[in-house]
């Protein structure tokens, strides 16, 4: 469990902006987490939006009121529940940086019909999640049509299954535009259904930027 712990405070040291993923996630008041954190308003409003530094004092405390003013403790283990958002949330962010990478250094680009499109197999894209995701050790990555699932283990040794359904595409869609000031449409294929206009016979993404 400390372990676990140790893993959330970790973060939200490192990138206090996670406090308000975490706060959305589990419908706090940015008040609310105040007064059960001890930590004022002002700093963590501060904190969120990363004018300041988070203080291992601040993670920790941070991390106990999150516990405390949510509803998780009707869920089987609250601090499991706060480690899976952590992981969806990295997980997300992991996915718009792999993006970005083959946008900007114009990576494994094709043109069809004269336009430029991006295409990764999932072999490509299982190796660079693998080598960044630093919160569970992926076993395995499926694709589905419009989906992902992203299938691993903690350190602990629990399975844990991350999928991204269609409108989660959508939101790294967005993501992924407001990172590039370009509009991004991405998809998801498997083998089976990749249409021949790509000449690929993989499982794979599809990026169209614009």
Known sequence: MYKKLDIIEHAILLNPKYIKIFRKKLKITQSKLAEESGVSQSHLSMLEKGKRKATKSHAAAITLGLLKCSNIWDRENPILYLLDTLSLTK????????????????????????????IVDKDYFTEYIRQNLDVININNIEFLRGRINVKGAYLDNRDICIQLDCSDIRRLETKIANALGKNTVMQIFPKEEVPPIYSIKKDCIIVHCW
């Open 91 to 118: 997980l997300e962010y992991t996915i718009v940086e792999f993006i970005k990478k083959l946008v900007n250094n114009n990576l494994h680009k094709k043109y069809i019909g004269g336009y430029p499109v991006f």
